[in-house]
């Protein structure tokens, strides 16, 4: 299994310019959630769906953030526009069932200029 | 007043020490507890979860205190390869799951 993907792993953009990150589950797994990182408030969960339904998006910080879950295996994250505070690495991470284990991707390491 | 707190460290011990870090939540309907390890630049990954009665997985003993509203991970007879940041994570119910900072160990030869 290859487990969690995320793309791309690496995004340097200005500030205004819209992102967007992705994620592929693992096969199987139904639910989904979007984390963010950084050295200050260390890991923060945006935003989980739960069979492609948004579950709670009360860590989404603002309007500029918006998720979706096409289908039972993708996902994007997006930001638009973009701000220098919004670097830090945003994972993705799939459970088989919303309370059990979380397997995490490798992240997405974003810097706003 | 934060959902986990988690001393940051960090810790710097010798090979072959016992360490142990602490947890407090402070929800007091949290239902179930897990320690994550986190190597540099790298994905948190389970290591354990912690069960009411305390569990222990080879050199690794997690214990949970519900009165006190606190959880520990023990690691006896530390090595290298045990370098990396270790997160605390409550789960209230409906899946609000919190995680702590993070502590930070370096195992020293």
């Known amino acids: 299994d290859a487990g969690v993907i995320q793309s791309p792993r690496h995004e340097v953009t200005e500030m205004g310019q819209e992102v967007t990150l992705r994620c592929k589950l693992i096969?199987?797994?139904?639910?989904l959630f979007w984390y963010r990182q950084t050295m200050m408030r260390g890991l923060e969960l945006l935003i989980y769906?739960?069979?492609?339904?948004?579950?709670?998006d009360s860590g989404m910080p603002e309007d500029r953030f918006s998720a979706k879950m096409p289908n039972a295996s993708f996902s994007t994250l997006k930001i638009q526009p973009s701000e220098p505070r919004d670097s830090a690495v945003y994972f993705c991470a799939s459970s088989p069932a919303a309370n059990n284990e979380q397997f995490f991707g490798p992240g997405t390491r974003l810097t706003v200029l | 007043r934060k959902e986990v707190e988690q001393d940051p460290g960090p810790f710097n011990v010798p090979e072959g020490a016992t360490v142990a870090f602490n947890c407090t939540y402070s929800?007091?309907?949290?239902?179930?507890f897990f320690w994550y390890r986190q190597d540099c630049r790298k994905e948190p990954k389970l290591l354990m979860s912690?069960?009411?009665s305390g569990n222990e997985d080879g050199r690794f003993t997690a214990q949970l205190n519900r009165a006190s509203q606190y959880i520990s991970l023990l690691i006896r007879d530390s090595k290298l390869s045990d370098s990396a940041t270790y997160l605390c994570v409550v789960n209230a119910g409906a899946n609000n799951l919190f995680f702590g900072t993070g502590t930070r160990l370096t195992v020293i030869p």
């Open positions: 912690v069960y009411s």
């Open positions: 929800n007091s309907a949290s239902q179930s």
């Open positions: 096969s199987g797994h139904n639910s």
């Open positions: 769906f739960n069979n492609n339904v948004p579950i709670d």
